[in-house]
């Protein structure tokens, strides 16, 4: 059996934001995805037994990293105030490795803050987090070269 090489490319890497494809991240990691909470709960009696009960919390978080400057600075930050002023602008949220089976996704999501602004001598990074309510993570593996 020979040797597989696997590849990914975050230029693969598609982001949907209700209609809104985003497209100009930073360079390294550019967007985390992870739940809130565990899926169970344990408790350990004294004698060592163990009970777990499965938890219902499937909202998660996903932080996007944009360079300060870009145009995508300006549409997060217009979806997020536009959810502000309405209350009903949550959107779904859609990620997925076009070269491979991993899919992230979530149908109601809204932004918990501004990204954070810092202002230096180099360009600098903004971190835009998103609550992902009933979010759903798929891991796969990516294409063979």
């Given at each position: 059996m020979g040797e597989?090489?696997?590849?990914?490319?975050l230029d693969d890497v598609t982001l949907v934001l209700g209609t809104n494809i985003i497209t100009e991240f930073i360079k390294g990691e550019a967007i985390t995805v992870s739940k809130d909470d565990d899926?169970?709960?344990?408790t350990q009696g004294s004698h060592g037994s163990?009970?777990?009960?499965?938890?219902f919390n499937n909202v998660g978080t996903v932080v996007i990293r944009t360079v300060q400057g870009s145009p995508t600075n300006k549409l997060l930050n217009d979806m997020m105030y536009a959810d502000?002023?309405?209350g009903e602008d949550s959107f779904s949220l859609q990620l997925k490795d076009n070269r491979g089976e991993s899919v992230v996704s979530a149908p109601q999501c809204w932004f918990t803050k501004p990204a954070d602004m810092t202002f230096g001598e180099e360009v600098g990074q903004l971190e835009w987090s998103i609550k992902a309510g009933h979010?759903?993570?798929?891991?796969?593996s990516n294409v063979s070269a």
């Open positions: 597989t090489t696997r590849t990914y490319n899926d169970w709960a344990v163990v009970v777990r009960a499965k938890k502000i002023a309405s979010l759903k993570m798929e891991y796969g």
